[in-house]
T-cell receptor
Framework: NAGVTQTPKFQVLKTGQSMTLQCAQD?????MSWYRQDPGMGLRLIHY???????DQGEVPNGYNVSRSTTEDFPLRLLSAAPSQTSVYFCASSRNNEQFFGPGTRLTVL | DQQVKQNSPSLSVQEGRISILNCDYT??????FLWYKKYPAEGPTFLIS?????DKNEDGRFTVFLNKSAKHLSLHIVPSQPGDSAVYFC?????????????????FGQGTILTVHP
């Protein structure tokens, strides 16, 4: 049981490039979410999903897209990276209130 | 508008003493509260939680207190240990229903860096 896994651990992009952050969970959780962590801001919700085929926006969704084709996977897409998207990204999954987090992806946009 | 606030960016305590981390919230719809602990280069891990129908929940060295009238909760760590040094996030949830299942969409505070000195 690996829990929540995220790839890559680190990524450097140039402004305007696109990429997908991968997230997978093996706990059969319906609820999955993406957060970004910035200094002094805590964790802010980007997008979330309550099940396969169902996604919704969180607090800071602009510049990010998500899809949920399976229960296990919840990728986060940056369509055109901007320096303001430099952050640490965490994926989480849960069945009820307690969320389990992945180890994070540290993204730098130059 | 920050709905969950941790006004102390950092806290330093001596090993064996009590650590008290504070959190305030503004949304009256929040009905479940959690504390997460985060070490560098790792994801946050769940520590302890409390439902709005309670005012105290205890788990070993960790106790969370909830004052609903003041919209305030606190985490007490007694005794504090050097291994407790980490960032602590307060989170609040308003449970909602979707497809017959309950979910808690979490709103986090900014975090407090706790340092416990030997």
């Amino acid at each position: 049981n690996a829990g929540v896994t995220q790839t890559p651990k680190f990524q450097v992009l140039k402004t305007g490039q696109s990429m997908t952050l991968q997230c997978a969970q093996d706990m059969n959780h319906e609820y999955m979410s993406w957060y970004r962590q910035d200094p002094g801001m805590g964790l802010r919700l980007i997008h979330y999903s309550v099940g396969a085929g169902i996604t919704d926006q969180g607090e800071v969704p602009n510049g990010y897209n998500v899809s949920r084709s399976t229960t296990e996977d919840f990728p986060l897409r940056l369509l055109s990276a901007a320096p303001s998207q430099t952050s640490v990204y965490f994926c989480a999954s849960s069945r009820n209130n307690e969320q389990f987090f992945g180890p994070g992806t540290r993204l730098t946009v130059l | 508008d920050q709905q969950v606030k941790q006004n102390s960016p950092s806290l330093s305590v001596q090993e064996g003493r009590i650590s008290i981390l504070n959190c305030d919230y503004t949304n009256s719809m929040f009905d479940y509260f959690l504390w997460y602990k985060k070490y560098p280069a790792e994801g946050p891990t769940f520590l302890i939680s409390i439902s709005s129908i309670k005012d105290k929940n205890e788990d070993g060295r960790f106790t969370v207190f909830l004052n609903k009238s003041a919209k305030h909760l606190s985490l007490h760590i007694v005794p504090s240990q050097p291994g407790d040094s980490a960032v602590y996030f307060c989170a609040a949830s308003a449970v909602y229903q979707a497809g017959g299942t309950s979910y808690g969409k979490l709103t986090f505070g900014q975090g407090t860096i706790l340092t416990v000195h030997p």
